[in-house]
């Protein structure tokens, strides 16, 4: 019995050691084995990296670490296949390193422990070695599901809204010969890296392969941290009846990764994403082509799903902590129109009004149609339009912005760029009627003085509550609405031009 006890330990002991001698072989790839990426960002601080790599894969199984992957990736999304054949390797398991080798992690392992401080002697001017043991960091430990304490965590996906900690030296706490102090006890030196530390955050598959060999391997994941916003400028001519309009992209690359060489693709429109959610907040983003002009190496756009797809034609460098801006479009000759619109408020019509409202503003918009026939007829991606005009010296100046949605092509855009200087308005109530308990009858004026040179038209907006009716009016009204009424008053320059009208309003 001894004897066979003996013999099934030593058996056991020869099966463990030839466990531990089998490990599985490790294959490292980094971002020299990269062949192609390809990245899709959009509105909301997401993009989609697709990349290839050439990787030698031995026969059986094996472990393939990837580095050099986005620092924010959503690890949940990755998706791992062979391009020339999708059963050539079967993934066993999936891994995300994300620990860091940082002064803070560091010092959080190596609570407990005796370590060498170095304390510089201002008398000799060397570093004199001690020994301490460091009680504690002073500070709240990393968190377990991100690295947003290491220095990488933006507010989105692992890191930002899940905690982290921040080890600053002159708060830790070490036990000396003399007893516990902190400040500035010294530099801590360490003995050496630990296993688990990676230089950046690295994806690892535990591989199965029939055959070994040379594989093309492309990888698809999402990544925060990536967005991209157009800008438009819209210069006007002299007469102001055309303009030139130019559309930018500005794309923004805090996600960790620099790729060279990549395909580069933006959607517009609004994609539905389910945000990362602790049990307190969702975190979420608030910040969410091609044209006449814009040449080689532009955009080209399509429709896709419900959204539009922007694809550069031309490779492009997307380089870490970037910013970077890419000619979208280019139209001229763009045909415009100006408008002046003074605008009321519904709760005029069921009150009493003693004295003029004065000093109203009249506000000025630009619009033009997004038409083939006007240079343009291609979907408009949201963002800013600034306007611009030259003076008598022919030097562009700012004239105004405003933003639009995502347009559709034959789609009309409004521009409010700010309010018309030399076009005063005042209103006045004239007569006031509660006809019952809740019909009213008012009588408005509203003088509009044109101090400019030339003509203009106003548009008069007045926004009606309730059942209401024109009964008399000294300038003809458009029903917009059911609760819009617009009154075109032409005011000739350097004149005061008054409408006068009467409505009956049922509240």
């Known amino acids: 019995m001894r004897k066979g006890a003996w013999l099934a330990g030593l058996a056991a002991a020869a099966l463990a050691a030839r466990a531990a001698a089998q490990e599985p072989p490790m294959v490292v790839s980094g971002p020299e084995g990269r062949q192609s990426a390809n990245v ?18 031995p026969a059986g199984t094996s472990v393939l670490r990837y580095a050099d992957v986005a620092k924010q990736v959503r690890p949940e999304t990755v998706y791992i296949r062979d391009v020339q054949d999708p059963n050539a390797v079967r993934v066993v398991e ?28 201002p008398g000799t001017g060397e570093d004199e070695p001690v020994r301490a043991e460091l009680v504690s960091t002073g500070s709240l430990p990393s968190a377990p599901y ?3 304490g290491y220095g990488y965590g933006y507010g989105y996906g692992y890191g930002g809204y899940y905690g982290g900690g921040y080890a600053n030296p002159w708060e830790a706490v070490w036990r000396t010969d003399e007893g516990l102090t902190w400040g500035d006890v010294g530099r801590p030196v360490f003995p050496g890296v630990p296993e688990n530390f990676v230089a950046r955050p690295t994806l690892e598959w535990l591989l199965e392969a029939p055959r070994g060999g040379a594989r093309t391997l492309e990888t698809t994941y999402l990544t925060w941290g990536m967005r991209w916003n157009a800008d438009y400028v819209l210069v006007l001519t002299d007469d102001e009846k055309q303009a030139d309009l130019a559309g930018w992209v500005t794309l923004s690359n805090d996600a960790g990764i620099t790729l060279r060489n990549a395909r580069l693709q933006l959607v517009a429109g609004d994609v539905a994403i389910q945000q990362p959610y602790d049990g307190n907040i969702y975190t979420r983003d608030d910040f969410g082509v091609y044209g006449s002009g814009a040449g080689g190496g532009g955009f080209s756009e399509q ?50 009004y003693g004295s003029p409202i004065e000093n109203l503003q009249v506000g000025v918009f630009l619009e033009f149609q997004n038409a083939r026939t006007g240079g343009l007829g291609i979907a408009l991606p949201a963002g800013v339009v600034r306007v611009y005009k030259a003076d008598s010296a022919s030097a ?11 347009t559709a092509r034959e789609e009309r855009v409004k521009l409010r760029l700010g309010n018309a200087f030399d076009i005063a308005a005042e209103r006045r109530q004239t007569d006031y009627d509660v006809l019952s308990g809740n019909l009213y009858e008012t009588e408005w004026e509203v003088k509009l003085r044109n101090r400019k ?55």
């Not at 999936?94 to 002697?121: K, S």
């Open 146 to 148: 991100g690295y947003a």
């Open 396 to 406: 562009q100046q700012f004239v105004g912005e405003d933003r639009i949605e995502h």
């Open 40 to 57: 899709t960002v959009y509105n909301n601080n997401l993009a989609v990296v697709r990349e290839t790599r050439r990787v030698e894969l």
């Open 303 to 352: 429709g896709m799903f419900e959204y539009h797809l922007y694809t550069l034609e031309r490779p492009t460098d997307l380089a870490d902590r970037e910013q970077k801006q890419i000619q979208l479009l280019s139209a001229a000759g763009v045909p415009v129109e100006k408008k002046y619109r003074l605008r009321g408020e519904s709760y005029y019509f069921v009150g009493q």
């Open 94 to 121: 999936q891994n995300f390193l994300y620990d860091l080798l940082t002064p803070a992690r560091l010092m959080e392992l190596a609570v407990g422990e005796n370590l060498t401080l170095l304390r510089h002697n």
């Open 453 to 507: 040179t030339e003509s203009v038209v106003v548009e008069v907006l007045e926004p009606m509550a309730g059942d209401w009716e024109i009964r008399r009016s000294s300038v003809p009204f458009v029903r917009e609405s059911a609760r819009l009424v617009r009154f075109d008053v032409t005011c000739p320059p350097d004149r005061e031009v008054v409408l006068t009208y009467t409505v009956r309003t049922r509240y």
